[in-house]
Structure formats: C-alpha cells, structure tokens
T-cell receptor, first 111, second 111 residues
C-alpha cells in the first residue's frame, strides 16, 4: 500500500500570506490528523477529521483551519502567516484512530 | 493540561547493549499508547503500540505498560548505531480523537 503523501514538501511564504497544505491518507484510512512540530514545542495536535467531520481540535488560533473531502484527502489552511508558524506540518492517517501513520511532512518557512 | 513526559536525553548506550526509554502520562483514562522513532529531518515512524498492562515484544523491541503507575517504557535489545534517533511516546487521550505526544528522548548508540 502506498503511504501517506503530503504536498508540497517545502514552502517559503511571507508574513501575512496564507498557505494551503494537502494530505492524502493511506487507502482505506478515514481518519486524518494534523500536527505542528517545532524544536521547542514538539508535536502539537492541530485537528482530526473522520469522514469529512472535524472530531477534535487542538489549542491553535482560528487562523488554522482544515477540511476533509469525501475521498478522505485533507487540507489545512493557515491564514495571515506569522513568523512563529514556521514549522514542520505533519499529517497522520489511521484506519480507526488508533495506530497512526505519518506522512513525510511539509516544511513551512515564513519570512 | 494532559501531558506525556519523557527525559529528553541524550541517552547514550554502547552497541549491543539494551536501551531503556521511559515515559509517564497524566491522563489516567488513557488506554492506548504508542512509540514512534524519528530520525533527524524525517517524520515519525510507528514502532510499537500497546493497550494492555504487561509486555509486548516485536523483534528487538519490547514495550511495557503499567497503568497503575501511568508508566510506559520501550526496551531496545542489541542496540545498533542505526537505532540512534529520537523516540516519541504518545498516549491516546480518553474520550477524544486526540493523541498527546511527549517531546521525545534522543538515543545515541555508540559503535
């Protein structure tokens, strides 16, 4: 089976811009979670989607949003980018919200 | 604030030795626990999951869970230099679709 894919892999944006990241889960996996990873904070949970419904959300400002499509693919959007949003954004898929499998991540740099 | 705590390390062990990685969690309702390995610049890779008290073995890896003490550990037997990585412990938060990750323990296996 193909693994979790994320696009783009690298992104450089300017403060104030917005960005959309994409994640395609493993075939058959209906749960998709998003995380932000920074050296100082570790892995921080952003949100989880299952069958197009957001079931849980972490403690991030409203500038961070996401959605899931009927084919389980998911996108996350960050509006009005800040320097502190520079991070590795990881998507993880799961068949049943137990064992999660991570994609390679999107490294976002905000200048 | 529910937490998963790990010693950041680095934990240095000689090649061939047993590496012991530990993790404590605060959510007494958590029932599912996971160990991930993350190489520098890469995304986390699932190594083990454990749901019941006791030991679970998979090759050179053994996960141990003690729910009464809220303690999870990972033993790596016959450690190899290729095991050098950061090991992340995660707990599935009770009643949610959310995982809480520790900040990771950096393991160095010395040849």
């Amino acid at each position: 089976k193909a693994g979790v894919t994320q696009t783009p892999r690298y992104l450089i944006k300017t403060r104030g811009q917005q960005v959309t990241l994409s994640c395609s889960p493993i075939s058959g996996h209906r749960s998709v979670s998003w995380y932000q990873q920074t050296p100082g904070q570790g892995l921080q949970f952003l949100f989880e989607y299952f069958s197009e419904t957001q079931r849980n959300k972490g403690n991030f400002p409203g500038r961070f949003s996401g959605r899931q499509f009927s084919n389980s693919r998911s996108e996350m959007n960050v509006s009005t980018l800040e320097l502190g949003d520079s991070a590795l954004y990881l998507c993880a898929s799961s068949p049943d919200n137990y064992e999660q499998y991570f994609g390679p991540g999107t490294r976002l740099t905000v200048t | 604030q529910k937490e998963v705590e790990q010693n950041s390390g680095p934990l240095s062990v000689p090649e061939g030795a047993i590496a012991s990685l530990n993790c404590t969690y605060s959510d007494r309702g958590s029932q599912s626990f996971f160990w991930y390995r993350q190489y520098s610049g890469k995304s986390p890779e699932l190594i083990m999951s454990i749901y019941s008290n006791g030991d679970k073995e998979d090759g050179r890896f053994t996960a141990q869970l003690n729910k009464a003490s809220q303690y999870v550990s990972l033993l790596i037997r016959d450690s190899q230099p290729s095991d050098s990585a950061t090991y992340l412990c995660a707990a599935h938060e009770a009643g949610t679709y959310k995982y809480i990750f520790g900040t990771g323990t950096r393991l160095k296996v010395l040849a």
